[in-house]
């Protein structure tokens, strides 16, 4: 299993981000966090990715408990946040090479190349990561987060501010890395799930309201934008 949670909850003051939630991720799944803006899908993820702490409850990380074992778990996460966090007067190989270092990765060079290669970023390798465009910029965060080859890949809101081009490129990347990673997937967009994911988990005010398979909405002949209207609106 890569990962386990169990009862986690989240507070910000007074206000409840998550309660009591439980979910297991098996390996080689891609499942898309589906809800509302502030439904918990971002504050979740960052807890699995250990950026913040739950206030109680447990995570596991292919094993590994994030609060007890926090760097050995961090190494088998590769994860985009919402605001792809990018140093923009850096030439992409430069960036990346920097990513490459703080994780120390042997072969740095290799590897790099092996990547830009593998999202198609060779025409564009001698720019300025200010000088891309957006969809080109996703794509840059994309490798950095999977440079050291993580076991798990968390990407929050991955396709936001893209013209249909670049979203239909980045969804494509998406289900290429998929094929041998685990992948989390948070976003607003209903359409984004049917494209990219297995399996569906609609979280509304902290809770996780629904769990279900892409077939399983296809065997009951479900619509997802439906069963999220009912469940959040």
Do not use: W
Not at 111 to 125: A, H, P, T, Y
Not at 136 to 150: E, K
Not at 183 to 209: A, D, Y
């Amino acid at each position: 299993m890569s990962i386990f949670i169990q009862n986690i909850n989240k507070s910000y003051g007074n206000q409840i981000a998550l309660s009591d939630v439980s979910l297991e991720i098996e390996k080689g799944e891609i499942v898309g966090f589906l809800g509302p803006n502030g439904a918990g899908k971002s504050t979740l993820m960052k807890i699995i990715s250990s950026y913040i702490s739950q206030d109680s409850g447990t995570v596991k990380v292919c094993k590994f408990n994030t609060a007890e074992l926090e760097n050995e778990s961090k190494k088998r996460i590769g994860y985009l946040p919402e605001n792809n966090p990018l140093y923009k007067e850096m030439y992409i190989k430069e960036y990346l090479n920097f990513v490459a270092s703080i994780y120390k990765i042997e072969d740095k060079k290799q590897r790099i190349e092996q990547m830009i290669q593998k999202v198609g970023l060779q025409s564009e390798q001698h720019k300025t990561i200010g000088e891309l465009s957006k969809g080109y910029q996703q794509r840059v965060g994309l490798v950095a987060a999977l440079l050291h080859n993580p076991e798990v890949l968390i990407l929050d809101e991955p396709t936001t501010g893209l013209d249909p081009n670049q979203l239909e490129e980045v969804r494509k990347l998406i289900k290429e890395v998929g094929k041998d990673k685990t992948v989390l997937l948070s976003t607003h967009i209903l359409q984004e799930v049917e494209k990219i994911c297995n399996r569906v988990v609609i979280i509304n005010k902290g809770e996780i309201v629904s769990d279900k398979l892409i077939s399983e909405y296809k065997k009951e002949k479900l619509d997802i934008e439906s069963h999220f209207q009912s469940l959040c609106c």
